[in-house]
């Protein structure tokens, strides 16, 4: 290419070009911010009013910025949002990723991945102890007398007790252990004995709710159930509650599906019932199980869209201030492509495992950027390899983050912590698809285009809890 970075349009405006801008690029200081010169306000009607598709491409390195037709204007919804990220246990591993990095002044919600179930009795149990509740972080004794809880749980309680707004829920499930929670949810007994058991982990660990991600029912008699697991927990959160004499509402939330043979089968509006909110998987739209490459986060258009999903839930009783946006922290590659819509054969390696890259090591060295104003969508390409990698870039989510606040939206949340950017990673391997990249940490960013947080306060009493440290507070 002949220049760090093109403009692409299929009707070719010649004008547009003034609106790009690379980094380092001073934007002239207005005196009088409240006017706008005649030529700027004709540049502002064009960019606006465009119905050309225009898509931007720039070399790594370079950015610019445009106005998205696709952003609704007008008067942004003042609420306080939610910014919810999933922090996974094996992040601790290879990814280097302990809690004391996960960033507490950015988010409200941090949901801990993953417990799992018992198909044979409904009973919930922690997937990896040694991670949940016996390593051993800088700081922790050797020599405490008693039965004391270590590990993240204690970790993540100590971010609780300095950052008061920050609530902890377990999240119960994910895609390898739901096909445990089918047998579950149609049995009485099983479901009795699933909320008993999760409650007792809520009492010990020190957690502010439960997070139920269910992938996926698969026929009526499974989604009713779904709906009566949810009323028992809500009910026994309620009653746990009572016994404690807490005044304090114990969050439950669900992972809920963002493609319409999934989202169909939902009894949304009795589930809505029993939910604080919905955590909707907005990512994932294109992948390796198709033939044709595509974006895999986008707002609009494509087979699959956020917009669509939230469409039907909305217009099946689920409130917009209880819609949560999911948000990749990772890209998904397609080998042998020309780009999106067109055929695709083998994924790149990518950071852990093949054609998956952690958006920190986004955008791989030697390709292009492109977005798409259109979807509300961005990508890499790389002309020599022919790989392309759909991922949210810092535009992107900023583009989210200001469309999630205009829809009058609850906020945002990410799957998941250890792939995002703004962190350093001591012993961590480098790298072909582990090598950060340059960049903004991406929770920051759609944090700070939705606008200000959620304060309200965290619970920290766990008088019930099996282990002395966590009865006393962690004192």
């Known amino acids: 290419m002949s220049s760090a970075y093109e403009l692409v349009s299929s009707s070719q405006p ?26 700027r306000l004709f540049l502002l009607a ?4 465009s119905a050309s598709l225009v898509l931007l491409v720039y070399r790594v390195g370079n950015s610019f910025f445009i106005p998205s037709s696709k952003i609704p204007v007008g008067e942004i919804v003042m609420q306080s949002k939610y910014s919810v990220g999933y922090f996974v246990n094996w992040g601790i591993y290879g990814r280097k990723f302990p809690p004391s990095l996960i960033p507490a002044n950015d ?7 993953f417990a799992n179930v018992r198909p044979d009795s409904g009973e919930v149990h922690l997937s990896d102890v040694w991670a949940d509740k016996d390593i051993h972080y800088p700081g922790d004794s050797w020599d405490d007398s008693g039965n004391n809880l270590y590990g993240n749980f204690k970790a993540i309680y100590l971010l609780k007790k300095k950052h008061r707004h920050l609530k902890l829920l377990l999240s119960i499930g994910g895609w390898t252990y739901s096909p445990s929670f089918h047998p579950v949810v149609v049995s009485p007994s099983h479901r009795a004995r699933f909320v008993e058991s999760s409650i007792k982990l809520l009492e010990d660990y020190g957690l502010d709710g439960l997070d139920i991600d269910y992938e996926y029912p698969s026929n009526d008699e499974q989604a009713r159930g779904y709906a009566a697991l949810l009323r028992e927990m809500r009910e026994g959160l309620d009653r746990h509650a009572q016994r404690k004499s807490a005044d304090y509402r114990f969050l439950l939330t669900i992972a809920a599906p963002c493609g319409p043979d999934n989202y169909k089968k939902l009894h949304a509006a009795e589930m809505d019932r029993y939910l604080d909110f919905w955590n909707l998987m907005a990512y994932d739209y294109s992948g390796s199980w198709d033939s044709v490459a595509n974006h895999q986060a986008n707002v609009f258009g494509g087979p699959i869209s956020t917009s669509e999903a939230i469409a039907w839930y909305t217009n099946n009783g689920v409130p917009r201030d209880k819609i949560v946006i999911g948000i990749p922290l990772y890209g998904r590659s397609f080998m042998n492509t020309q780009g999106p819509g067109t055929p695709f054969s083998g994924l790149g390696p990518g950071s852990w495992e093949q054609g998956v890259y952690d958006y920190r090591a986004l955008p791989l060295p030697n390709s292009y950027v492109h977005r798409d104003d259109k979807t509300l969508a961005s990508w890499s390409y790389d002309y020599d390899k022919k790989e392309m990698i759909s991922f949210d870039t810092e535009e992107v989510g900023r583009w989210k983050g200001e469309w999630i606040n205009r829809e009058g939206l609850r906020g945002s949340m990410f799957w998941e912590l250890s792939g995002d950017k703004g962190s350093d990673r001591d012993g961590m391997e480098g790298g072909e698809g582990k090598t950060p990249q340059p960049g903004q940490s991406l929770v920051k960013v759609v944090k700070e285009a939705m606008g200000s947080l959620d304060q309200s306060p965290n619970w920290l009493n766990y008088e019930g809890s099996q282990f002395d440290n966590m009865r006393k507070g962690m004192q």
């Open 46 to 49: 064009f960019i606006t009013f």
């Open 107 to 113: 988010l409200t919600h941090i949901l801990y991945a």
């Open 14 to 39: 010649t004008t547009t070009t003034n609106a790009t801008r690379r980094i380092g690029s001073k934007i002239p200081e207005q005196k009088n911010k409240t006017r706008l010169s005649k030529e």
